[in-house]
């Protein structure tokens, strides 16, 4: 009997087939004498569709909502049917004894083959694959030791409530904006919540006020030190107090009255998991979330240099400590030899800041793999990624870094004057970034900047030789890059590493918001879809609370059908409440331009390939590009080129500046002549008979000619 192995994309199945001897390749699968390798393409098998269940759903009616089935059914994807056909076939062979589930170890990965193994009735025993890279070594270990499929029935459950819950909430509350409001609005457990933090943030920097202070730093001679007042700020709003605190502090003297120096250390940062990875990448390479985890998916796949990458713990396991050593030697080239190097000369310090099982759930941080790098293989993208991601790994195996901070406090006629100074003693891990910190330093107002002390003594008299006073202003709240966003979805539990990315991809191309620069704005429809979205849908607390619960099960300590049951009587509300919504929608992006199909006003979407116009009636469809385009005809008032436009009647063309428009003909326009002919005119113009005659008499009568013919 043969073993069948399923994995999740083709890749991945070559090098498994590769490793495990199944070399004889067939158009969907690979197989040798013990292994039968093939693959699913992402999703094979997803929940049905609503008019799977009754026809009648095929066509959105507010009526008919909420749609929810007693119990949730599976369908084919049409899109590749043709392969769930294959690995069903595989499994219904006669030879096949036992199925090895090979996808992505998580629960999207569980949940993807437990569908296909449901739909095709699979009934024979199952193991799981569980590893955590793509090289050969993890590959044999992993079939060395793999697991009962029943062990990972608790993370399938979990699975299994996300994608139904999401089924029932996103479905139902979309599907009632839409038609309570004539436009496709789309709302959803994680994405709502996402787009209501973009908005609040929003809010506040409109309500914003912004205010004019003075900062005051004194030059003390040997240095500067900056006024503060009682409650910490230096920040001066009342002109007339910094003109009065200027006039009393020049050339008076004071003394040193607080001199305080002690040693500040602060640790390697820990490892990365794929949330730590999005933030620093958008943050020092301006990666978007979705780029970065694009990247990361070919560094782990296809070079097989990295750990699996949707992780959500900083942490590594005990049983990886004997092969840190191997993984430092195969990455010590090019720049990270000599930041390596030093470390294989000695035992690696492992703290528990670094190896921690209590800390790792299904999946340990990303770290290079044993494999060779060849850095010149990689692109330019797959380069940087890599860099932090080596960097990162290496500072682990670094000190602290250690510097002497001295705070100084100047009392001068009872006003208090602050420096402070910074003396390096050990860049400890900083060394590996160059001296850098790597912190996101993100201070909200101006404070006495760090600098070398000269030594100094408590008690010490100081003169004010002249007071600078600099100028500033309140800043609002910043507007979330990805990085500050995905930091605030993990703080509130929204979604999972691997799936923040797409979330906001979601935004973006569902037009609720779009990036500017390396900042998210809400757009005029997120900001109107957030007005409109169901209140408990609006704030990160509910589906917090969601994603625990998820996690809860998937670590056996709760039920799905509690859980499932609460879902239904809260998209049961939320559709309630839409339906019983006394708002109004106005789309945003309403072009002058009709669909020439249907007649309705086409709106205007941005996509990452330019404008486009889109037809809003669901049963239309009709796009096109909505870059301006300019036709050879020119207006005969300004002489401007006249922007081409299609409408109910055909093609016609217009002035921008005059709003002359004209009828373009479907045949010959007889109305204007061709440059060959103009050409013509213009060298019978040039002949000696043709003197005194004007140009614009000879294409009129030119005109009249060709009319009459």
Known sequence: MKTLVLAEKPSVAREIARVMGSRDKHKSHFEGPKY???????????????????GKYGTWALEDLPILPGKMKLKVLRESSHQYKVVQQLMRRQDIGELIVATDAAREGELLARWIMDMAKWNKPFKRLWISSQTDKAIKEGFAALKPGTQYERLYQSARCRAEADWMIGLNVTRALTCKFGSPLSAGRVQTPTLGMIMQRENEILKFRSEEYSVLRADLGKFEATWRGKNGDSRLFDNEQVSKLKTKLEGRSGKI???????????HPLAYDLTELQRDANRLLGFSAKQTSNVLQRLYEQ??????????????????????????????????????????????????????????????????TEQTVLLNALSPEERKLYDLIVRRFISLFYPPARFDQVSVTVDIDGELLHAK????KDSGWRAVYGGESMEDEDSDHEEESESTLPELNQGETVTVNRCLITPGRTQPPKRYTEAALLTQMEKHGLGTPATRADIIEKLVNSDTIERQGNYLHPTG????????????????????RW???????????????PFLGGIREMATGLVRGVKNSEASYKPHNVSNSHCPDCGTRLLEKKTARGLILVCPKEDCGYRRSG??????????????????????????????????????????????????????????????????????DLLKAAMEKKNNS
Not at 36 to 54: F, I, M, N, Q
Not at 257 to 267: D, Y
Not at 628 to 633: A, H
Not at 652 to 681: F, P, W
């Open 257 to 267: 009255v607080k001199l305080v120096k002690n040693e500040k250390t602060i640790p």
């Open 421 to 424: 100074g910074t003396t390096i």
């Open 525 to 544: 429809k997120g900001k109107q879809l957030i007005e409109l979205a169901p209140a408990d849908l609006r704030t990160p607390e509910l589906t917090a």
């Open 627 to 696: 870059e301006k385009r300019l036709s050879n005809r020119r207006c005969p008032q300004c002489h401007k080129k006249m922007e081409l436009k299609e409408g109910k009647a055909g093609m016609y063309v217009q002035c921008l500046a005059c709003g002359i428009t004209e009828v373009l003909d479907k045949g010959n326009d007889s109305k204007h002549m061709n440059k060959r002919e103009q050409q013509k005119l213009v060298k019978q113009y040039s002949k000696p008979e043709s003197a005194g005659v004007s140009l614009g």
């Open 36 to 54: 039968v390798v093939t693959w699913a393409l992402g999703h094979l098998v997803g929940l049905a569709e609503p008019e799977d269940y009754d």
């Open 547 to 561: 994603e625990a619960e998820l996690e809860r099960i998937a670590r056996g300590q709760g039920k799905p059908e």
């Open 303 to 368: 070079h097989k240099l990295v750990t699996y990458p949707r992780t959500d713990s900083r942490y590594l396991t005990s049983d990886m400590t004997d092969t840190l050593k191997e993984r430092l030697t195969n990455v010590a080239v090019g720049p990270y030899a000599p930041l390596a190097r030093p470390l294989l000369r000695k035992p690696l310090p492992l703290s528990k800041r670094i190896v921690d099982d209590s800390k790792v759930t299904d999946h340990h941080a990303i770290i290079p």
